[in-house]
């Protein structure tokens, strides 16, 4: 996950050798406004913010010695991000884990994971599957998942699913599925646990999705994207019910 900012990496002492850098105060807010945002979404995905807690302004404020335009600026794009959202006479707070909230993105996901797997597959590159094919061999040396325990992806460009998305080129697609659902969907992952018994078979479905995408076959490709992610389901709806 990213980076988490310190306290004193806030302080007043640190923004003005950012000024010094820059030579412009407006550099200066911006810089500060992308360090809250930064922190503070990987603070909620991370469940250290927890889920449905209120967002107090004034005790951001005091606590990253942040300017009201800058917190609010960066709690605008968490918002966009749909990881907190504002209600009229209840003001800001984190969303809620729910079940149905959970499912409802796997199925915005399988509709879309798929197409953009389709995709993929017919505007493929060679830099494409070369990635790919990285991204997939450094998966396999993961400790967890050799054990069959876990199958940790980080996140961004070695994450599975974000870089098939990429690779789709289609920037509504990537719009959609890399930037408004993204976090939200780490959040739910993160908060729920990487841990499952499907280890060794979700790496084996990965292998034979970008086996698809490398021949070329847009049809298997969507096909097998659209079972992973049912598959996927299905065992978080099992790991639900148990907890119930």
Not at 63 to 80: I, N, Q, V
């Amino acid at each position: 996950m990213e980076g988490q900012v310190t306290k004193s990496q806030e302080s007043s002492s640190g923004l003005d050798t950012a000024v010094a850098a820059t030579g412009k105060t407006e550099s200066r807010s911006q810089s500060l406004a992308d360090r809250l945002f930064l922190t503070l979404r990987s603070e909620i995905v991370e469940g250290r913010i927890a889920a449905g807690s209120k967002i107090s302004e004034p005790e951001l404020a005091r606590r990253f010695d942040a300017s009201r335009g800058s917190l609010r600026e960066a709690l605008m794009r968490l918002e966009s991000l749909s990881l907190i959202e504002r209600k009229v006479n209840v003001g800001a707070r984190v969303v809620e884990l729910t079940e149905r909230g959970l499912l409802e993105i796997y199925d915005v996901r399988e509709a879309l994971e798929g197409m953009a797997c389709r995709l993929a597959a017919e505007n493929r590159t060679e830099e494409d599957l070369v990635e790919l094919r990285h991204m997939l061999h450094r998966h396999e040396q993961q400790e967890e998942l050799q054990k069959g325990t876990a199958y940790f992806q980080p996140e961004g460009d070695f994450d599975f699913h974000f870089r098939i998305v990429q690779a789709s080129n289609n920037d509504l697609l990537i719009d959609t599925l890399c930037n408004k659902l993204y976090f939200r969907v780490r959040m739910y992952r993160y908060q729920l646990g990487m841990a499952s018994p499907r280890a060794h078979r979700a790496f084996r479905e990965h292998s034979h999705i970008i086996e698809a995408i490398e021949a070329g076959d847009g049809e298997l490709a969507e096909i097998l994207m659209r079972r992973h992610i049912r598959a996927s389901r299905s065992n978080i709806e099992k790991k639900l019910s148990r907890t119930d």
